[in-house]
Protein backbone atom coordinates (compact mmCIF):
# COMPACT_ATOMS: atom_id res chain seq x y z
CA UNK A 1 0.00 0.00 0.00
CA UNK A 2 1.19 3.45 -0.81
CA UNK A 3 -0.43 7.02 0.37
CA UNK A 4 0.69 10.38 -1.08
CA UNK A 5 -0.16 13.62 1.01
CA UNK A 6 0.02 16.70 -0.79
CA UNK A 7 -1.90 19.95 -0.75
CA UNK A 8 0.27 21.37 2.12
CA UNK A 9 1.31 24.85 2.48
CA UNK A 10 1.25 28.63 3.89
CA UNK A 11 -1.65 29.99 4.92
CA UNK A 12 -2.72 32.95 6.94
CA UNK A 13 -5.29 32.33 9.93
CA UNK A 14 -8.90 32.42 8.62
CA UNK A 15 -7.72 30.63 5.41
CA UNK A 16 -8.39 27.97 3.93
CA UNK A 17 -6.43 24.38 2.54
CA UNK A 18 -7.39 21.05 0.60
CA UNK A 19 -5.07 17.97 1.09
CA UNK A 20 -5.60 15.22 -0.83
CA UNK A 21 -4.26 11.51 0.05
CA UNK A 22 -3.85 9.21 -3.31
CA UNK A 23 -3.94 5.47 -1.80
CA UNK A 24 -2.85 2.59 -4.15
CA UNK A 25 -2.01 -0.70 -3.75
CA UNK A 26 -4.79 -2.56 -2.91
CA UNK A 27 -8.74 -2.61 -2.81
CA UNK A 28 -9.49 -0.16 0.23
CA UNK A 29 -12.98 -1.74 0.63
CA UNK A 30 -12.24 -3.06 4.01
CA UNK A 31 -10.29 0.11 5.16
CA UNK A 32 -10.35 2.89 6.93
CA UNK A 33 -8.43 5.97 6.07
CA UNK A 34 -7.34 8.70 8.22
CA UNK A 35 -6.03 12.30 8.84
CA UNK A 36 -3.29 12.81 11.52
CA UNK A 37 -0.91 16.06 11.96
CA UNK A 38 1.85 15.97 14.66
CA UNK A 39 3.46 19.80 15.46
CA UNK A 40 6.68 19.71 17.07
CA UNK A 41 7.24 18.02 20.43
CA UNK A 42 3.76 16.60 20.38
CA UNK A 43 2.02 13.15 19.72
CA UNK A 44 0.79 12.01 16.37
CA UNK A 45 -2.78 12.52 16.68
CA UNK A 46 -6.03 11.55 14.39
CA UNK A 47 -8.10 14.49 13.44
CA UNK A 48 -10.84 12.76 10.77
CA UNK A 49 -11.08 9.25 9.51
CA UNK A 50 -13.71 7.62 6.98
CA UNK A 51 -14.46 4.03 6.48
CA UNK A 52 -13.65 3.77 2.57
CA UNK A 53 -17.09 0.62 2.28
CA UNK A 54 -19.95 3.23 3.94
CA UNK A 55 -18.73 6.72 3.98
CA UNK A 56 -18.88 6.88 7.76
CA UNK A 57 -16.60 9.30 8.74
CA UNK A 58 -15.62 10.21 12.72
CA UNK A 59 -13.88 13.34 13.80
CA UNK A 60 -11.28 14.74 16.38
CA UNK A 61 -12.97 17.71 18.66
CA UNK A 62 -10.76 19.81 17.93
CA UNK A 63 -11.64 19.78 14.36
CA UNK A 64 -15.69 19.12 14.20
CA UNK A 65 -16.79 21.87 12.18
CA UNK A 66 -13.67 23.01 10.81
CA UNK A 67 -13.03 20.39 8.84
CA UNK A 68 -14.16 17.72 6.30
CA UNK A 69 -12.64 14.62 5.37
CA UNK A 70 -14.21 12.83 1.96
CA UNK A 71 -13.41 10.03 -0.36
CA UNK A 72 -13.71 9.90 -3.74
CA UNK A 73 -14.02 5.80 -5.05
CA UNK A 74 -13.08 5.93 -8.56
CA UNK A 75 -9.53 7.83 -7.97
CA UNK A 76 -8.91 6.04 -4.90
CA UNK A 77 -8.21 9.05 -2.58
CA UNK A 78 -8.83 10.91 0.03
CA UNK A 79 -9.64 14.63 1.16
CA UNK A 80 -9.25 16.85 4.32
CA UNK A 81 -11.11 20.21 3.44
CA UNK A 82 -9.84 22.48 6.12
CA UNK A 83 -11.44 25.87 6.78
CA UNK A 84 -11.06 28.66 9.28
CA UNK A 85 -7.13 27.39 9.86
CA UNK A 86 -5.34 28.97 12.75
CA UNK A 87 -1.58 29.19 14.20
CA UNK A 88 -2.62 26.14 16.58
CA UNK A 89 -2.89 23.55 13.15
CA UNK A 90 0.27 24.40 11.79
CA UNK A 91 1.76 20.61 11.94
CA UNK A 92 2.59 18.15 10.05
CA UNK A 93 -0.22 16.40 8.54
CA UNK A 94 -0.42 12.32 7.47
CA UNK A 95 -2.96 10.28 5.73
CA UNK A 96 -2.76 6.42 7.22
CA UNK A 97 -4.94 3.41 6.48
CA UNK A 98 -5.47 0.54 8.02
CA UNK A 99 -7.85 -2.60 9.00
CA UNK A 100 -8.84 -0.55 12.45
CA UNK A 101 -11.68 -1.50 14.53
CA UNK A 102 -11.31 1.61 16.98
CA UNK A 103 -10.88 4.17 14.20
CA UNK A 104 -9.62 6.83 16.79
CA UNK A 105 -6.59 4.85 17.73
CA UNK A 106 -3.71 6.11 16.00
CA UNK A 107 -1.49 2.91 16.65
CA UNK A 108 -3.88 0.53 14.60
CA UNK A 109 -3.16 2.49 11.04
CA UNK A 110 -0.67 0.09 9.66
CA UNK A 111 0.05 2.30 6.36
CA UNK A 112 1.28 6.01 6.05
CA UNK A 113 2.18 8.54 3.72
CA UNK A 114 5.17 10.73 4.03
CA UNK A 115 3.56 13.84 5.23
CA UNK A 116 2.69 17.49 4.10
CA UNK A 117 3.28 20.44 5.92
CA UNK A 118 0.78 23.13 6.72
CA UNK A 119 1.72 26.45 8.40
CA UNK A 120 -0.61 29.22 9.73
CA UNK A 121 0.40 32.30 10.09
CA UNK A 122 -0.97 34.44 11.96
Known amino acids: VQLQASGGGLVQAGGSLRLTCAAS????????MGWFRQAPGERRSILAAIRWSNDHTVYADSVKGRFTISRDIAKNTVYLEMNNLGPEDTAVYYC????????????????WGQGTQVTVSS
Open 25 to 32: GRRFGAYV
Open 96 to 111: AAGSVRNIMDVREYDY
